[in-house]
């Protein structure tokens, strides 16, 4: 098992482009192997390749938004994703509060992935915990995405919705892109071991529907987020 580290649980750290170049070696150094980007600071591809390179890291994915995959977008978007070396383009959530809402993110979604998919790139969907309430049809926003996006489960949140999430990633692997490993108590999230989810059944979990990458992610770090995933890293190197 390989583990990234979703840089929004550092922006407290980083804070602007120079920030984000200086983080990248003290990630490497901690022992993580790998990035997802949440948000660019305004740097080129070509200059944070370079960084992730003397770094030592590759990227896991992205987070950006679904306007960056609209018609009038999407082309360069690939291409930035491309030059940053990876093909896997996120998002942090979407309109899925209704089933009008959950409808129309799947079905764009939907249309991202087929024009991907000629050109070697998937488009996943970061969830929380509401995706896994029933929606007015009795449909989970979770499934009506997954018909068009590649999911990236976040696994507190689910817990925290009292969601089977073992049970949902092993009926839907081959929608599965990626996997957010994260801890938390009542809807707090921390450092892994010091909440409340069943993280070793995650780690079990991912191992079973054959990823490769964890991504550790905390919304909200303590005392700051170098420290907070340094703690984290510890514990994922304990639970191998």
Same mark, same amino acid.
């Given at each position: 098992?390989?583990?990234?580290?979703?840089?929004?649980?550092?922006?407290?750290?980083?804070?602007?482009?120079?920030?984000?170049? %200086?983080?990248?070696?003290?990630?490497?150094?901690?022992? *993580?192997?790998?990035?997802? !980007?949440?948000?660019?600071?305004?740097? +080129?591809?070509?200059?944070?390749? &370079?960084?992730?390179?003397?770094?030592?890291?590759?990227?896991?994915?992205? $987070?950006?938004?679904?306007?960056? *995959?609209?018609?009038?977008?999407?082309?360069?978007?690939?291409? !930035?994703?491309?030059? /940053?070396?990876?093909?896997?383009?996120?998002?942090?959530?979407?309109? $899925? %509060?209704?089933?009008?809402?959950?409808?129309?993110?799947?079905?764009? !979604?939907?249309?991202?992935?087929? #024009?991907?998919?000629?050109?070697?790139?998937?488009?996943? #969907?970061?969830?929380?915990?509401? &995706?896994?309430?029933?929606?007015?049809?009795?449909?989970?926003?979770?499934?009506?995405?997954?018909?068009?996006?590649?999911?990236?489960?976040?696994?507190?949140?689910?817990?925290?919705?009292?969601?089977?999430?073992?049970?949902?990633?092993?009926?839907?692997?081959?929608?599965?892109?990626?996997?957010?490993?994260?801890?938390?108590?009542?809807?707090?999230?921390?450092? /892994?071991?010091?909440?409340?989810?069943?993280?070793?059944?995650?780690?079990?979990?991912?191992? +079973?529907?054959?990823?490769?990458?964890?991504?550790? &992610?905390? +919304?909200?770090?303590?005392?700051?987020?170098? &420290?907070?995933?340094? %703690?984290?890293?510890?514990?994922?190197?304990?639970?191998?």
């Amino acid at each position: 098992m390989k583990y990234s580290v979703q840089l929004y649980t550092l922006r407290d750290d980083i804070k602007d482009a120079a920030g984000l170049l %200086r983080i990248l070696p003290e990630v490497r150094k901690i022992g *993580f192997e790998g990035v997802e !980007f949440a948000g660019f600071y305004g740097l +080129d591809p070509v200059t944070l390749k &370079e960084a992730l390179d003397d770094a030592g890291l590759i990227v896991t994915g992205t $987070h950006c938004g679904m306007g960056d *995959f609209m018609p009038d977008t999407i082309d360069s978007t690939i291409a !930035f994703h491309k030059a /940053l070396g990876t093909n896997l383009i996120g998002t942090g959530g979407g309109p $899925h %509060r209704t089933d009008a809402d959950a409808d129309r993110t799947s079905l764009i !979604f939907k249309w991202a992935n087929k #024009y991907g998919e000629s050109r070697g790139v998937k488009f996943y #969907y970061h969830t929380h915990y509401t &995706e896994f309430y029933p929606l007015e049809s009795g449909r989970l926003p979770v499934d009506v995405i997954a018909a068009g996006a590649y999911m990236e489960i976040d696994t507190y949140w689910s817990f925290h919705a009292k969601a089977d999430t073992r049970g949902w990633l092993l009926a839907n692997k081959d929608r599965v892109a990626a996997l957010h490993i994260k801890d938390g108590v009542d809807g707090h999230p921390c450092a /892994l071991g010091e909440g409340q989810n069943d993280l070793p059944t995650v780690v079990q979990t991912a191992k +079973d529907i054959g990823i490769n990458w964890l991504i550790l &992610e905390n +919304d909200d770090p303590k005392p700051t987020g170098i &420290e907070d995933i340094k %703690r984290s890293y510890a514990w994922l190197k304990e639970h191998e």
